[in-house]
């Protein structure tokens, strides 16, 4: 069954960013660079260069002014990075990024934890830092983490991630990421949260960021994409997460992703045998094992050799028939 019908979604990278921070090797500032560079000709919407953040909270990224001026732009890509605060935003403006993904946490306590701000304070910084943006005509897009669960909190309102998305939507952002931060979604919550998102705020352009913590990310962008979502944030190799949730693992694979979407007759635009590529060249860089699957079983019609004894197999398959018929002779 084809549900996609060749609906386009847009397919946004987010291993330079959500990846990158999660490795414990610092990669390299060139590596970085050329890593992207791959990546912008593989069909995404956007990629995820870098993030503005302090480089004590996030020192893998400490290189994010270097990385945002050197690589290569392509046009049509949109080149974003994560801001979570005024200096951020100042540092993002400085660096020519096509759009600010400020960041912001539904949950107080992992708000606390990763911004050390509280929501409130953390509303207040990012209605300057959206100010600052809108005056140099520069889109925004919020990434709200833990919106399907805390992993220290629990269960997180969906009336309370609703009056977050109604704050930001009357400061005049473009978009939501509805972050998905540590693997808690299922796909009758995912279904619901969207389903009510987008309802109620047709103008925004809802992004759904899926990580496979509890293997539910795959079943999660289904219910995601037939809930009306067109955007979607994932992680080349399945790398990513965030140091300040505990239990964060990485997200959903963009090889994985991509691969099934393609074979359920959606558009992505994307380059899937280049995905594998790049995946093969990101596995060298990070040096573990990426957690994606395509790229070790290739795409589902990928054909393998029949055994090798399996000339004689078929020889005496076909000796029995003949037996059996000289026995009924
Ligand atoms: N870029 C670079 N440096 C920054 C910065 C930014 N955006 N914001 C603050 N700093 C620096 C300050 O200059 C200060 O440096 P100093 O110690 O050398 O004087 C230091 O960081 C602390 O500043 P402060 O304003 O007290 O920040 P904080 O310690 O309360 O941390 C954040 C707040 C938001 C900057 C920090 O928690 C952060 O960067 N978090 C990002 C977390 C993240 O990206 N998580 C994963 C993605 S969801
Ligand atoms: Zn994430």
Request: hydrophobic letters at 45%; charged letters at 20%; a negative charge.
């Amino acid at each position: 069954m084809d549900t996609g019908n060749g609906t386009r979604l847009l397919i946004n990278e987010v291993a330079t960013r959500d990846g990158f921070q999660m490795e414990s090797r610092f990669i390299p500032t060139d590596d970085k660079i050329a890593m992207i560079d791959c990546l912008s000709s593989l069909g995404y919407a956007k990629i995820e260069v870098t993030s503005f953040t302090s480089a004590k909270a996030i020192p893998a990224l400490r290189d994010g002014e270097e990385v945002m001026g050197r690589i290569a732009r392509r046009p049509g890509v949109v080149y974003t990075a994560l801001v979570p605060n005024l200096r951020g935003g100042e540092r993002a403006l400085d660096s020519r990024v096509d759009e600010f993904n400020v960041v912001m946490s539904a949950s107080e306590t992992h708000n606390l934890a990763n911004l050390r701000m509280t929501r409130a304070q953390s509303l207040a910084q990012l209605a300057e830092v959206i100010a600052l943006a809108r005056q140099a005509a520069v889109p925004v897009n919020v990434s709200l983490s833990c919106v399907f669960g805390c992993p220290m909190e629990g269960e997180v309102p969906l009336d309370g991630v609703l009056g977050w998305i109604e704050r930001f939507a009357g400061q005049g952002v473009n978009g939501i990421t509805l972050c998905d931060t540590t693997g808690m979604a299922y796909p009758t919550q995912v279904q619901q949260v969207c389903a009510s998102a987008l309802a109620r705020f047709p103008a925004l352009d809802f992004t759904a960021h899926f990580h496979n913590t509890r293997a539910m990310g795959l079943v999660n962008t289904v219910a995601a994409v037939e809930s009306g979502v067109r955007r979607l944030d994932m992680s080349l190799g399945g790398i990513g997460g965030c140091p300040y949730a505990p239990g964060a693992t990485g997200n959903v694979a963009t090889e994985d992703v991509v691969h099934m979407l393609q074979c359920m007759g959606y558009d992505t635009g994307m380059d899937l045998d280049g995905l594998v590529g790049a995946a093969a060249r990101l596995e060298a860089l990070v040096q573990h094992a990426l957690p994606a699957q395509v790229s070790r079983a290739g795409h589902r019609l990928t054909r393998h050799a029949p055994p090798a004894d399996f000339a004689e197999i078929a020889l005496r398959a076909k000796a029995r028939d003949q037996g059996t018929k000289e026995l009924q002779t």
